[in-house]
């Protein structure tokens, strides 16, 4: 199963606010059969605790450090939001990465999309993306299996 793939990634989206662009995000995970239903909860969770929000128009939510049982194996989704979501205290996330990291894999899967979406024309072309086969071209270098 590959960590990042077309089955996982959403284009054009909108949410109403930034817990129902994370239930999406998980639950991307969930139907990939990356983790269970529960983990979304977890990644609410997290969100209430500590922002995922990274700066840059990127967001990168992920379950809370109790939420590794809930994990059936690595994996990526993405969602770009054209309009942005409201990540609280006027931040605004126009990608929304959820990850699902099985092992120790976490703390490498976020510095490799952190240092992706770091660069402002990656992330001007992911943003930009028309198909969902573009966007992995651009995030997906390095990070499939």
């Not at 909108?14 to 990356?34: C, N, T, W, Y």
């Not at 929000?53 to 990127?58: C, D, F, N, Q």
């Not at 703390?107 to 001007?124: E, H």
Request: include cysteine; glycine fraction near 10%; proline fraction near 1%.
């Amino acid at each position: 199963m590959s960590i990042l793939s077309k089955d996982k990634v959403k284009l054009n989206a909108s949410a109403r606010d930034k817990f129902e662009a994370i239930r999406m995000a998980g639950q991307l995970l969930v139907a990939a059969g990356h983790a269970s239903v529960e983990y979304i909860d977890k990644m609410i969770e997290r969100e209430q605790t500590l922002s995922t929000y990274m700066g840059g128009g990127l967001a990168i939510p992920h379950g809370t450090n109790d939420s590794k049982e809930l994990i059936r194996s690595t994996g990526l989704s993405v969602i770009q939001f054209p309009q942005g979501i409201d990540f609280g205290e006027g931040e605004k996330a126009y990608l929304v990465v959820g990850i699902a990291a099985a092992g120790d894999d976490h703390l490498d899967i976020l510095t490799s999309v952190a240092t992706v979406c770091s660069d402002d024309d990656n992330m001007r072309r992911i943003l930009q993306a028309s198909t969902e086969e573009e966007l992995l071209a651009i995030l997906g270098s390095g990070m499939t299996s």
